[in-house]
């Protein structure tokens, strides 16, 4: 499932594409997807097709298409200090996205059938923890992954405000997944060929609207010996943040906007490098004539032969023009304000390392 748009030269191409076709269409939905690098959650030799809007699998590892991703993560409708249950959370891309939404006030769970795949999401979300330049410009809110059949939830867990089902769900499994919704919360999932979103509007009432024509994998029922009780899933608990995590979200929150400010009173602008988008090959009309009986009548013709020169001179036009409209703007080195600002306190050097989740650079 995918290909709805063009393939992209990296991240953020692909996320204009996908503004561009109107898949993203929310700037907290758009900031998440730049700040989640697509490619990070790719095997080794296989990240040339990340930025291509197609699904991708090997082994038990699998992400849905970009388009199906943008769709669900809008229809989700997120919020800072949601519940979110992710269930067939796979690599934990979609989760950590949801993440950087919810806020560390919020709750992320996510349920996934291969232990191996929980491993691989543990994994790259230490990645994205201590290595991402993103980290640092988002409250995070972290996943918590366990492993286990979804469809074998205990029936004593506590209801989400949002959920996500990553697989094909069977009409006669519709109302287990209902059930595991709050009152006012929104569920989405792939059911009967369609991307679907319910909305818990009462006790027993929903309401459903189909978003987009899919095809998923279904989801896979444990099998077991006739009388063989189930291994239930017990699901993260909901727990209260420490004094001390508290007070360390508190304390990064005021420096960042301390920073942001700071910038902002300086009056200095970032220069992003002018990236410059391929060229698409375009037909154009010239002038040719042709005779009818006596008279010569002139005739547009359509060549396929690219512009070259012409585009280059567009170009270069639309680069003098930036420049003159950019005039004194100070160009300034890329810095992490947060980093630094933390750095410079006053405190002994492992709680400085807290402060910093001991994030290296």
């Keep these: 499932m995918g290909g709805a748009v063009s393939a992209g030269e990296d991240n953020d191409d692909l996320i204009d594409n996908l503004k561009e076709a109107q898949y993203i269409r929310t700037e907290k939905v758009e900031q998440a997807f730049r700040a989640i690098d697509r490619g990070d959650y790719y095997l080794d030799g296989y990240r040339d097709s990340a930025y291509k809007d197609l699904a991708w699998k090997h082994g038990n590892i699998h992400l849905s298409a ?20 992710n269930l ?7 989760s950590t996205m949801v993440g950087l939404i919810i806020g560390p006030y919020g709750v992320n769970h996510g349920v996934e059938l291969h232990k191996d795949v929980v491993e691989y999401a543990r994994q790259k979300l230490d990645e994205f923890i201590k290595n991402s330049d993103s980290f640092d410009k988002f409250e995070f809110c972290e996943p918590a992954f366990v492993v286990g059949n979804c469809l074998e939830i205990s029936t004593d867990s506590h209801q989400y405000d949002r959920i996500y089902c990553g697989a094909g769900v069977q009409k006669d ?27 818990r509007t009462g006790q027993s009432t929903w309401d459903s609207r189909n978003i987009l024509a899919v095809s998923f994998a279904p989801l896979v029922q444990q099998s077991r010996a006739e009388g063989e009780k189930p291994d239930t899933v017990q699901l993260p608990p909901v727990t209260v943040r420490s004094l001390q995590d508290l007070s360390r979200i508190y304390i990064r929150r005021t420096l960042r906007n301390l920073a942001n400010q700071d910038s902002q009173g300086k009056g200095t602008v970032q220069r992003v490098p002018h990236k410059r988008k391929r060229r698409r090959c375009r037909r154009r009309r010239i002038n040719t004539y042709v005779f009818v009986g006596n008279q010569l009548i002139p005739q547009m013709v ?3 032969e690219e512009e070259h020169a012409e585009e280059e001179q567009k170009e270069a036009a ?17 810095v992490n304000e947060l980093r630094e600002q933390i750095l410079a306190l006053p405190l002994p050097e492992s ?3 807290y402060l910093l989740y001991y994030r290296e650079k």
Excluded: W
């Design 302 to 304: 359509e060549s396929e």
């Design 318 to 334: 639309a680069e003098e023009e930036e420049e003159r409209d950019i005039g004194d703007i100070e160009i300034i080195k890329q």
């Design 173 to 199: 499994h519709e109302n287990y997944m209902k059930v595991l919704l709050k009152i006012g919360g929104i569920l989405v999932m792939p059911i009967e060929d369609q991307l679907t979103q319910i909305t």
């Design 351 to 353: 709680l400085k390392a």
């Design 66 to 85: 970009p388009c199906i991703y943008s769709e669900v993560m809008e229809a989700l409708k997120l919020q800072p200090g949601l519940s979110f249950l």
């Design 88 to 94: 067939g959370s796979g690599t934990g891309y979609l």
